[in-house]
């Protein structure tokens, strides 16, 4: 094959499942989708996902993306099901089962004890007169798919179709569930998203000991050492009393230098940025980010205070970025 025969072949499979896509959105039974959703919604257990080969992978991707929505959920491989595991099953689970012929060996042998338990099941496949379409309790009959591989073998388009009918389902229940970013974020606290949504600036600071201050009225000289100690590029200037009275930055002592003034004969408000822009130590991080990049001239520091305006931390940019959050 050339290369134009290469992008052609790839075109058409596209062309193929995206049409089967199509075919199945208007093929789909509308009350049977509304009843799966509002008894899936209900559901006091978990929805417990089966499928086996191609269809177990998008069993396993489905309940994964319902328990990362809040659903609690879990796979059941149907293998491992006849050995035992059907004992993972409580009386409140929903088993929705997933074969494209419905006639699946390994699935056909537990459903008639998945009977006995009483356990409802939602069967989706394409044929309603195969075994598993007869145990179930609701039917979701997808159409007959064509697959996107010249022999018509390996489930391409099949496992597609599947894939999107069970997160159109989970996405439609958590939205009826009012899940929110913050609770994604609950479930997903490694990821990008969750650290954007949890991190405070409290938990990146620099607090205590490490939080570069100096009183106003003090040399400039004992702030440059101070700034030194602590490298961190900034120093805050405070009241006695602690409140936030201004800032110096490595830019601020540069633009100072270069007037030629005697910096050992100078004292802090000589230099310091009077009210500097301030960030609070329960923010999110992501907000202190927002602050410092939408300038004309980003920000490399910011001062953190407390409601009274006490000087509580120091935050950097780099390490808002270096923990993985961004705009």
Avoid: W
């Avoid at 796979?75 to 993972?88: K, M, S, T």
């Avoid at 958590?174 to 990821?191: C, I, N, T, V």
Wanted: proline content about 3%.
């Amino acid at each position: 094959m050339n290369n134009n025969q290469i992008i052609k072949g790839i075109e058409n499979i596209f062309d193929i499942e995206i049409r089967e896509l199509e075919k199945t959105k208007f093929f789909l039974n509308e009350k049977v989708m509304v009843d799966v959703v509002n008894i899936l919604n209900r559901c006091t257990g978990k929805v417990i996902l089966c499928g086996m080969g191609k269809s177990g992978h998008i069993g396993k991707k489905i309940s994964a993306t319902m328990s990362s929505m809040g659903i609690p959920s879990f796979f059941l491989h149907p293998a491992e099901a006849q050995h035992g595991d059907l004992g993972v099953i409580s009386e409140n689970d929903i088993l929705l089962i997933i074969s494209n012929s419905g006639e699946t060996a390994e699935i056909c042998k537990i459903l008639p004890n998945i009977k006995m338990m009483g356990i409802l099941i939602i069967a989706m496949t394409s044929y309603e007169e195969s075994t598993l379409a007869k145990y179930a309790d609701v039917l979701i009959r997808l159409p007959i798919i064509e697959e996107a591989t010249e022999l018509q073998l390996a489930p391409t388009s099949s496992s597609t179709v599947e894939l999107v009918v069970g997160d159109a389902i989970a996405a439609v229940i958590s939205k009826m569930r009012k899940f929110k970013k913050e609770d994604f974020a609950l479930y997903h606290p490694s990821g990008a998203l969750g650290r954007k949504l949890t991190t405070k600036v409290s938990d990146l600071m620099y607090a205590e000991k490490s939080n570069p201050v100096i009183y106003e009225g003090e040399s400039l000289k004992n702030a440059i050492c101070e700034m030194s100690r602590t490298g961190l590029g900034a120093i805050a200037v405070i009241s006695r009393l602690g409140k936030l009275v201004g800032l110096i930055t490595d830019g601020d002592l540069k633009r100072y230098l270069e007037q030629e003034r005697d910096i050992y004969n100078s004292k802090v408000e000589d230099v310091m940025t009077r009210k500097p822009i301030t960030i609070q130590e329960n923010i999110l991080a992501v907000e202190a980010l927002r602050i410092m990049e939408k300038r004309d001239r980003q920000l490399s520091v910011l001062p953190v205070i407390d409601k009274e305006k006490y000087s509580v931390g120091m935050l950097r940019i780099h390490d808002i970025i270096q923990a993985g959050i961004f705009l």
